[in-house]
């Protein structure tokens, strides 16, 4: 087995991440929710205004997986969070410690940022995900619920 390697993504991964976007998006059954083009990558990763950054894990040459983080604030601590996004291992790289590997990536950057937490979100019924994560030591948030405005309730919301 060739060696896992995580680097910061660059302009040129943007279509290797729009296709992990629509993988991730497949599993998660929601493919026809990705609107998101090669172009939109480009400007919210990489773009002059990004606060958003992407990750690449390879395994030898070939990517096998990504990640999509940025850091938030928690009024409470008087620090920054790093919140993930969106963080996927192609099928066949499952099992291989790259979700592991990527994870602890990030972690070693909220420590080195000074952070106060490392927060992302799972959905319920993804049990191997949720397995995992607990076996690392991260703790679901039961108290808090989400809550979320997009598309014409943001617009009409925004406009009122």
């Not at 991440?17 to 599993?27: H, N, S, T």
């Not at 009024?75 to 994870?103: C, H, M, Q």
Request: net charge negative; with cysteine.
């Amino acid at each position: 087995m060739a060696e896992l390697t995580i680097r910061k993504a660059t302009e040129k991964d943007a279509g290797l991440i729009l296709r992990f976007v629509k993988e991730l998006a497949g599993y998660e059954k929601a493919v026809h929710e990705v609107t998101a083009t090669e172009a939109d990558i480009k400007t919210s990763l990489f773009g002059d205004s990004a606060n958003a950054h992407a990750l690449i894990c390879s395994n030898g040459e070939t990517p096998v997986g990504f990640a999509v983080y940025f850091f938030n604030y928690s009024t409470w601590l008087g620090k920054n969070g790093l919140y993930l996004e969106d963080l996927y291992v192609s099928p066949e790289s499952r099992g291989t410690g790259a979700g592991k590997a990527i994870l602890k990536h990030l972690a070693g950057i909220a420590v080195n940022k000074n952070c106060g937490r490392f927060e992302w979100s799972v959905l319920d019924w993804n049990a191997p995900a949720i397995q995992f994560y607990e076996s690392i030591g991260a703790r679901p948030m039961n108290e808090w619920v989400s809550y979320r405005l997009d598309g014409n309730a943001l617009a009409a919301f925004a406009g009122s």
